[in-house]
């Protein structure tokens, strides 16, 4: 993603996600400003205008993301104004999203992961990273609704409690793959081809052992943009 791009991206969010007369510094805005950037981004990187720089730029934008969980996570518990949560109506879409992003980063997109490291023993699945992403933003745009609609309370305790119970944990997994990605590409590590992981399989240790990548990171590394063409 262009400088361009990523200037013109940060204006706009800031635009939208500060109401009128709100302080800058306040942790609820802050919060929020993140949240939207996250959303804007990943949207915008959907959209396959830029390709060749969808990796470097995921990763950067999950590992902001991440700092908004971090002071989610370290801050007292929010506890919401009501008792209930007030009707938001359907969820948006995201099958869209997902799928534009899947085709983004088909390469690379699926990758093995332990939810757990505290449980002994527990076998690494596959997952997509674009459904992390998709699922990411599905909770984000739930507590953006109740921002939007002035329940700030509400909105910080959704995202804090979502933290904790899903996009945190699958945020930090998505960026470990991303971040593994562009890694293997740097330092000239080729990934070991993959024959047939997919998200529907059960597999063990020993299979994910022998199968620990798809594709060679010498030809992800182009269509990717991880390094200069010749």
């Not at 919401?80 to 969820?91: F, S």
């Not at 329940?151 to 996009?167: G, K, P």
């Not at 960026?175 to 063990?204: F, I, K, M, W, Y």
Request: hydrophobic letters at 40%.
């Amino acid at each position: 993603m262009s400088d361009t791009t990523l200037q013109a991206t940060a204006e706009h969010t800031t635009a939208t996600a500060l109401p009128d007369g709100a302080d800058p510094d306040d942790f609820a805005v802050q919060i929020s400003d993140q949240v939207q950037s996250f959303i804007m981004a990943v949207t915008e990187v959907a959209k396959g205008d830029e390709p060749d720089s969808a990796v470097p730029f995921l990763l950067l934008e999950v590992s902001q993301l991440l700092l908004a969980g971090g002071r989610l996570g370290a801050h007292e518990d929010i506890v919401p104004d009501e008792r209930y949560e007030p009707d938001l109506g359907p969820e948006g879409d995201v099958d869209e999203l997902r799928e534009r992003l899947a085709a983004i980063l088909e390469p690379v997109d699926v990758y093995s992961e332990v939810f757990d490291p505290y449980e002994p023993r527990k076998a690494p699945v596959a997952c997509r990273i674009s459904d992390d992403l998709a699922d990411v933003v599905t909770d984000l745009r739930h507590g953006m609704a109740h921002y939007r609609a002035g329940r700030t309370v509400e909105a910080l305790w959704w995202w804090q409690f979502s933290y904790f119970s899903n996009w945190g944990s699958t945020a930090s997994a998505s960026l470990r793959a991303l971040q593994s990605v562009v890694a293997h590409v740097r330092l000239n590590q080729p990934l070991e081809e993959l024959d047939g992981l997919d998200t529907d399989q059960d597999l063990g240790d020993e299979t994910l052992d022998e199968e620990a990548g798809r594709v060679m990171a010498e030809e992800i590394a182009e269509p990717l943009g991880l390094r200069e063409r010749d």
